[in-house]
């Protein structure tokens, strides 16, 4: 499945369009990089450019955060997004640990759910 918009992402096959959606890449170096006495720095890479995605979603009824929950929350799973470190889309393993959002609306438009955010980290 191909995504419909750059900044959009898709997992279990439903693509979703966040409000923001921010590709950080982290790189693991061994305990044994760093600087020598001469202040050469010596660096050993385990891996490199690890991506995490900061994902915000815009405002959601509590059916679709169900549905959203239900396919990151607690397990691995397939994400597609656009890359720009390769400037391609990209279906990596991903996990997410934690999640967060605000009940804006309890009463009005069947509850209501606004900054919902969370990390998808590549495995």
Same mark, same amino acid.
């Given at each position: 499945?191909?995504?419909?918009?750059?900044?959009?992402?898709?997992?279990?096959?439903?693509?979703?369009?966040?409000?923001?959606?921010?590709?950080?890449?982290?790189?693991?170096?061994?305990?044994?990089?760093?600087?020598?006495?001469?202040?050469?720095?010596?660096?050993?890479?385990?891996?490199?450019?690890?991506? *995490?995605?900061?994902? #915000?979603?815009?405002?959601?009824?509590?059916?679709?955060? +169900? @549905? !959203? &929950?239900?396919?990151? $929350?607690?397990? *691995?799973?397939?994400? #597609?997004?656009?890359?720009?470190?390769?400037?391609?889309? +990209? @279906? !990596? &393993?991903?996990?997410? $640990?934690?999640? *967060?959002?605000?009940?804006?609306?309890?009463?009005?438009?069947?509850?209501?759910?606004?900054?919902?955010?969370?990390?998808?980290?590549?495995?």
């Amino acid at each position: 499945m191909a995504l419909s918009g750059k900044g959009n992402f898709i997992v279990n096959s439903k693509e979703y369009s966040p409000k923001s959606l921010t590709v950080t890449y982290d790189s693991l170096a061994t305990s044994k990089s760093g600087r020598s006495d001469d202040g050469t720095m010596n660096i050993t890479w385990v891996r490199q450019n690890i991506r *995490k995605l900061e994902i #915000t979603m815009p405002p959601m009824k509590p059916a679709a955060l +169900k @549905t !959203l &929950l239900a396919d990151i $929350s607690g397990k *691995k799973y397939n994400m #597609t997004f656009h890359d720009p470190l390769t400037n391609s889309e +990209k @279906t !990596l &393993l991903m996990y997410t $640990s934690n999640t *967060k959002g605000e009940c804006y609306s309890g009463v009005l438009y069947g509850g209501l759910y606004q900054g919902v955010s969370f990390s998808a980290i590549e495995v």
